[in-house]
């Protein structure tokens, strides 16, 4: 997934990446380029601190500190290796003044919202959808039918 930096770190921008792990834990990795130090943002600041949200639907549940991203002066970027067991979830990363800060920020340096495109990286449903139902029509298929070549080309 990429991410980009906030209205305070525009030119900030990365990847992050969640891959299977053991059990139900998915490995997550941050990398974060063009990131200016954290006291660009207040002199007080000194860390830079990730945070994971879990949410359903759009009510996000409480921040967890996950630790701090290891931050690069000379490159100018940052990075932060961990595992969770959340699928879906929002990635904060804050200006901190220590990295042992109980809630973040409102320093929000950059931020995804992390949704799992594969089917099976997805949580279960709790209730399963009711017999016969399909999901909503995406408009006509696009393309040749299957089994069925385009014409030639002339």
Do not use: K, N
């Not at 932060?80 to 929002?90: E, L, N, P, S």
């Not at 299957?146 to 002339?154: A, C, I, N, S, T």
């Amino acid at each position: 997934f990429g991410i980009t930096g906030t209205a305070r770190a525009e030119l900030t921008q990365g990847t992050v990446q969640l891959e299977r792990a053991e059990g139900d834990l998915r490995q997550l990795t941050v990398v974060l380029d063009q990131l200016a130090p954290p006291r660009t943002h207040g002199e007080e600041l000194t860390e830079f601190v990730v945070w994971l949200v879990e949410f359903e639907g759009e009510e996000e549940g409480p921040p967890t500190r996950l630790g701090t991203l290891r931050y690069d002066a000379d490159a100018a970027s940052g990075s932060f290796g961990g595992t969770t067991a959340a699928a879906t979830f929002v990635l904060r990363i804050t200006a901190e003044v220590s990295a042992e800060v109980e809630a973040p920020s409102d320093l929000v340096i950059a931020e995804r919202r992390v949704t799992p495109r594969r089917p099976e990286d997805r949580p279960m449903r709790e209730t399963p959808p009711p017999d016969g139902a399909r999901p909503p029509q995406q408009g006509p298929a696009q393309g040749p039918l299957p089994g069925r070549l385009p014409p030639p080309r002339r």
